[in-house]
């Protein structure tokens, strides 16, 4: 059985934790890739050499709508040459957080838009981010996706990061070429949403993640997450959809190689 952690933060937790020992548990725990986002253009340097070091981690790059304020002229320019190493597979994580606010909203709008335009330069996915501005992302996304080649109807354009939406929004974005990132929170009992989403949502349409060190699963919640704890979500969802967690595995592995095109 193999299982993917398509987000998490290992550039993050490198600084307290052996990273040699998180991917060597990982590994253990049937875990197939894991890919490691950018939040602004250190961390994507950074998630690109622990790439190189670990056969199994992959890197996306990007700006994070709290880094916007980062962003600088050329800040493109090195983005789109980053796109060229062969462990680079996504443009993320990006999107817009009206929660927190970090940077203004007229600048995570334009470097948002930026970075979409270099997805599509490059035909890499995008990882979105999204918290308290799902309906401004739903606008820009369902626009950005009638603009693209209809020739490869089955290609998907990017995944929903920690998906903030109801069942109604999940099936919206998804039949518009996008998959959700199931993660953590769908262990804990007051996660409804998630649940019926898990239920009722096609599992073609689902990735697991566990955006580590952040959002632990039950038994763990509360402490730092890691990629070994990937199972613990695919077993809630085998639990809820009723189907056997080698399955619910299968799927949402082969989900991910069809998303990020890296070695079988």
């Known amino acids: 059985m193999h299982?993917?952690?398509t987000h998490c933060h290992l550039n993050m937790m490198q600084s307290s934790t052996n990273l040699e020992e998180i991917i060597d548990k990982a590994i253990k725990n049937d875990i197939h890739r894991i890919m490691v986002p950018g939040?602004?253009?250190?961390?994507?340097?950074?998630?690109?050499?622990?790439?190189?070091?670990?056969?199994?981690?992959?890197?996306?790059?990007?700006?994070?709508?709290n880094d916007a304020i980062k962003w600088k002229e050329d800040s493109y320019s090195i983005l789109y040459d980053l796109t060229k190493h062969p462990k680079v597979k996504a443009i993320g994580e990006i999107g817009l957080d009206f929660y927190r606010e970090h940077s203004p909203k007229t600048i995570q709008l334009h470097v948002f838009k930026e970075q979409l335009e270099l997805s599509e330069r490059t035909g890499l996915p995008v990882v979105i981010h999204s918290r308290n501005a799902i309906d401004e992302i739903f606008e820009i996304l369902l626009k950005w996706q009638q603009?693209?080649?209809?020739?490869?109807?089955?290609?998907?354009?990017?995944?929903?990061?920690?998906?903030?939406?109801?069942l109604e929004q999940a099936n919206l974005i998804t039949k518009h070429r996008f998959l959700l990132?199931?993660?953590?929170p769908i262990t804990y009992k007051n996660s409804q949403d998630?649940?019926?989403?898990?239920?009722k949502l096609p599992i073609e349409s689902i990735l697991l993640e566990t955006d580590s060190p952040f959002l632990s699963p039950i038994p763990h919640r509360g402490k730092p997450n890691e990629p070994a704890n990937i199972k613990f979500i695919a077993e809630k969802i085998a639990h809820l959809t009723e189907k056997p967690l080698k399955w619910v595995s299968e799927v949402?592995?082969?989900?991910?190689?069809?998303i990020f095109a890296w070695e079988q």
């Open 194 to 199: 998630k649940h019926e989403i898990a239920k």
């Open 39 to 65: 939040i602004d253009l250190e961390s994507s340097l950074e998630a690109i050499r622990i790439a190189e070091r670990f056969e199994i981690v992959y890197a996306a790059i990007g700006y994070h709508p």
């Open 147 to 166: 603009t693209k080649d209809l020739a490869q109807p089955d290609r998907y354009l990017g995944i929903m990061h920690a998906f903030e939406g109801n």
């Open 3 to 5: 299982l993917v952690d």
């Open 181 to 184: 990132g199931i993660g953590g």
């Open 252 to 258: 949402t592995t082969k989900n991910a190689n069809k």
